[in-house]
């Protein structure tokens, strides 16, 4: 209802965290899927350089991160750390995340 009354799809809070940066932390790949189809950008940065799909494989959303690589989201984009997404993954623990990340990052 709000996207049909014209909510804009890229509001972030204090931190520039948007809707999309929510979505795909909490693991909601339906909501990723529908803030992109009304125009979000799949690879925002927030305060801390993290995207979508950094947060997404931080929490082990394997079906997220499909879809935010599907949708065009950079693979080999860096947060504050130096961290990719893939890093970001194994660092937490999240190896069947990091190893598909890498799969698909290869030359």
């Known amino acids: 209802m709000l996207?049909?009354?014209?909510?804009?799809?890229?509001?972030?809070?204090?931190?520039?965290?948007t809707a999309m940066h929510q979505a795909a932390?909490?693991?909601?790949?339906?909501?990723?899927?529908?803030?992109?189809?009304w125009g979000a950008k799949v690879d925002p940065l927030d305060e801390w350089n993290e995207t979508p799909l950094n947060l997404a494989a931080w929490a082990g959303?394997?079906?997220?991160?499909k879809l935010l690589v599907e949708r065009g989201a950079d693979v080999r984009l860096k947060n504050d750390n130096g961290q990719t997404a893939s890093d970001v993954a194994r660092r937490e623990g999240k190896e069947d995340v990091a190893e598909w990340l890498d799969s698909v990052n290869r030359p």
Do not use: F, I, Q, T
């Open 61 to 65: 959303h394997l079906s997220v991160v």
């Open 25 to 37: 932390w909490n693991g909601y790949p339906d909501m990723c899927r529908l803030l992109l189809d």
């Open 3 to 17: 996207l049909v009354g014209g909510a804009n799809v890229e509001s972030a809070n204090a931190y520039r965290s």
